[in-house]
C-alpha cells in the first residue's frame, strides 16, 4: 500500500469549508484514496473514495490531483460534530485473496471551532 | 437497520483472566476484523475472517483468540497471555469485491480496562 502524509492536526472555523490534505506521492494506479474518520471514542466512519476522479456525496468532496499524488478532503460547511480523527488511506481494493490488512495511521485531528 | 453490535461497551478485567468481546453483525458481509487502538494512535490488526470456520492473523494476534462458527458472529478472546491489553478494540465488516470493498463498517468499539 502506498505511504500516506497527513498533517497530525488542523482548526476550521465553524461554517467554514474544511480541507484536508493527503499526500500520497506514490501512489500506483491501481490504487484508490479512501477517507474515514474517527469521532472521539467511536468505530471509524466511512466517508468517501475514489480513483482519479472528483467525487462528491452527501458528506464530502474529494479532490484528487491529475497526478494523483495528492488529495484533498472538503466538508463544506464544517459543524462542530465534525471534530474528529480524518484518516487518508491508499491501497488497492481488498480482494479475497490476501491484502487484507487496511493500514489506519494516525491522521489529522479536525478542531471546529465555534 | 444494518449494523455491527459490540458488546460490552466497557470491561473491567483482573489479570490472568480470559475476557471474550461479542461482535455480531447484521449486514450480510463476508469479511469481519477486529482492531486494538492505544491512546493517540492508529488501529491495528488483530485478527481477520474471510468466511466462516476460517480466519487469519492479523499482525498483533499473539494474547488473542478468535472464532468464526456463523458468518454474522466474531468474537475476540484476550487471553491471559497478552501482557497489554488495555486498549479500545474494534470490530469491522466489510461487502466483497469491487472498489467499494475497502469499505468497512465498525461497531461501537469495547474498551477494556486491565485493573
Known amino acids: 500500500d502506498a505511504k500516506t502524509t497527513q498533517p497530525p492536526s488542523m482548526d476550521c472555523a465553524e461554517g467554514r469549508a474544511a480541507n484536508l490534505p493527503c499526500n500520497h506521492s506514490?501512489?500506483?494506479?491501481?490504487?484508490?484514496v479512501y477517507w474515514y474518520r474517527q469521532i472521539h471514542s467511536q468505530g471509524p466512519q466511512y466517508i468517501i473514495h475514489?480513483?482519479?476522479n472528483n467525487e462528491t456525496n452527501e458528506m464530502a468532496s474529494l479532490i484528487i490531483t491529475e497526478d494523483r499524488k495528492s488529495s484533498t478532503l472538503i466538508l463544506p460547511h464544517a459543524t462542530l460534530r465534525d471534530t474528529a480523527v480524518y484518516y487518508c488511506?491508499?491501497?488497492?481494493?481488498?480482494?479475497?485473496?490476501?491484502?487484507?490488512?487496511?493500514?489506519f495511521g494516525t491522521g489529522t485531528r479536525l478542531t471546529i471551532i465555534p | 437497520d444494518g449494523g455491527i453490535t459490540q458488546s460490552p461497551k466497557y470491561l473491567f478485567r483482573k489479570e490472568g483472566q480470559n475476557v471474550t468481546l461479542s461482535c455480531e453483525q447484521n449486514?450480510?458481509?463476508?469479511?469481519m476484523y477486529w482492531y486494538r487502538q492505544d491512546p493517540g494512535q492508529g488501529l491495528r490488526l488483530i485478527y481477520y475472517?474471510?468466511?466462516?470456520?476460517?480466519?487469519q492473523k492479523g499482525d498483533i494476534a499473539e494474547g488473542y483468540s478468535v472464532s468464526r462458527e456463523k458468518k454474522e458472529s466474531f468474537p475476540l478472546t484476550v487471553t491471559s497471555a497478552q501482557k497489554n491489553p488495555t486498549a479500545f478494540y474494534l470490530c469491522?465488516?466489510?461487502?466483497?469485491?469491487?472498489?467499494?470493498?475497502?469499505?468497512?463498517?465498525f461497531g461501537a468499539g469495547s474498551r477494556l480496562t486491565v485493573l
Open positions: 488511506i491508499v491501497r488497492v481494493p481488498i480482494s479475497n485473496f490476501g491484502n487484507e490488512k487496511l493500514t
Open positions: 475472517s474471510q468466511i466462516v470456520n476460517d480466519f
Open positions: 475514489g480513483l482519479k
Open positions: 506514490t501512489i500506483s494506479g491501481n490504487e484508490y
Open positions: 469491522a465488516s466489510r461487502i466483497t469485491g469491487g472498489s467499494g470493498a475497502n469499505v468497512l463498517t
Open positions: 449486514l450480510n458481509h463476508d469479511a
